[in-house]
């Protein structure tokens, strides 16, 4: 397959409410699409780094430039697979969620090739997932409350919190209240220290699923120290960037949960292999999400159908974020769960002429 056309495309899209973390409040999601054309069809992918270095170093025009400059020209005129984007990306130095819209669009167009989908390519064991999902910080405590009942009554099968310190004990405690036994965990997106464990471990009490990434990324240490501590099992996610990263972080008993997000690893390939990591290792993991449109959010459903995500993960409906996603046929909450797309590739068409309403920015890259 030879690379011969890309597209690289900018897309704005309002939120359906607020959403707000430990470190920003989005009220839209902006996006870079790619659409690369090969002599074997078209594959898109899509890169989720946010607008600004926030959740992590990556950023949508940095990853625009690094795509653009450095990533395409090293697949222009090589027999490409899949397989091979990885080392052919290797000299470039991190910048994981580009590498990663780079390796899905090639997945995309090749496995329509095939007439194979990518969780069949992947290994899936099922043709739909639990759906959880991840519920922001918010100005009081009751509007919080009215938000989970309202996805409990939708069906989600789990709920997340955002937490920070000051937006902890009492959110949990309130909805613990509210709502019983429910399955709820917590994601504090790092923005405690060591020296927080008091205020951590008064979480034990709640009988949490696990405590989502409490401390900074680089901090595997006194992640560890913190696991010996506390009761609720912590689940790293900032931290995880690669499989090797992962089994660093088993072995120092850091966590005992991952969350995989394949941007964040650098794509879906390599998180298979956090996958595999954590299988080997008695590990269960569970799929994150970033806010994707469609096209993201098929791949995070191929990828969550593997055996070894054995909690519900962030894989939310379309409606949860966007009034309409325009971009593909949404996402649709049935009983719980959401169907993994069993179409060629990604298993879901653009709606091209959709897609040009929501874009802001568009150029394209021709190779001989």
């Known amino acids: 397959m030879r690379l011969e056309r890309a597209h690289l495309i900018h897309v704005d899209l309002p939120l359906v409410s607020p959403f707000e973390t430990s ?28 607008a600004d270095p926030l959740y992590s170093p990556e950023f949508l025009s940095a990853a625009d430039q690094v795509i653009t400059q450095f990533l395409l020209p090293r697949l222009a005129g090589v027999d490409l697979t899949a397989a091979r984007v990885g080392h052919l990306l290797a000299p470039v130095r991190g910048h994981r969620m580009a590498k990663a819209a780079v390796e899905m669009a090639v997945l995309d167009a090749e496995l329509r090739g095939a007439n194979m989908s990518l969780a069949a390519y992947l290994g899936a064991v099922h043709d739909r997932v639990p759906s959880g999902v991840s519920v922001g910080i918010m100005p009081k405590v009751d509007e919080l409350v009215a938000a989970v009942g309202g996805y409990l009554d939708e069906g989600y099968q789990r709920i997340k919190l955002k937490i920070k310190p000051g937006w902890d004990v009492e959110p949990v405690r309130t909805v613990r209240r509210e709502f019983g036994d429910i399955p709820l965990q917590v994601d504090a997106n790092a923005a405690y220290t060591k020296a927080d464990l008091p205020r951590l471990k008064a979480l034990d009490e709640f009988g949490l699923l696990l405590i989502e990434q409490p401390l900074e990324d680089e901090d595997l240490t006194e992640h560890a120290y913190l696991a010996a501590r506390l009761t609720t099992p912590v689940c790293l996610d900032e931290s995880i960037v690669s499989a090797k990263s992962a089994a660093d972080a088993i072995a120092l008993g850091a966590c005992s949960i991952v969350n995989i997000k394949a941007g964040r690893v650098g794509g879906y390939l390599e998180a298979r292999r956090v996958h595999d990591v954590c299988a080997a290792n008695g590990v269960p993991v569970w799929c994150g999400g970033m806010l994707e449109t469609g096209i993201g959010r098929a791949a995070n459903m191929a990828l969550a159908a593997l055996p070894n995500f054995r909690l519900v993960g962030d894989t939310s409906a379309s409606a949860r974020f966007f009034t ?6 949404p996402f649709v909450l049935q009983d719980g769960h959401i169907s993994v797309p069993t179409g060629p590739g990604l298993g879901v068409e653009v709606d091209e002429a959709a897609l040009a309403s929501v874009t802001t920015a568009r150029s394209e890259l021709t190779f001989a």
């Open 324 to 329: 309409t996603d325009i971009i593909t046929e």
């Open 23 to 50: 470190f920003s409040v989005q009220t839209h999601r902006s996006l870079l699409l790619l659409r690369v054309e090969t002599d074997q069809g078209v594959g898109w992918g899509e890169c989720v780094a946010m």
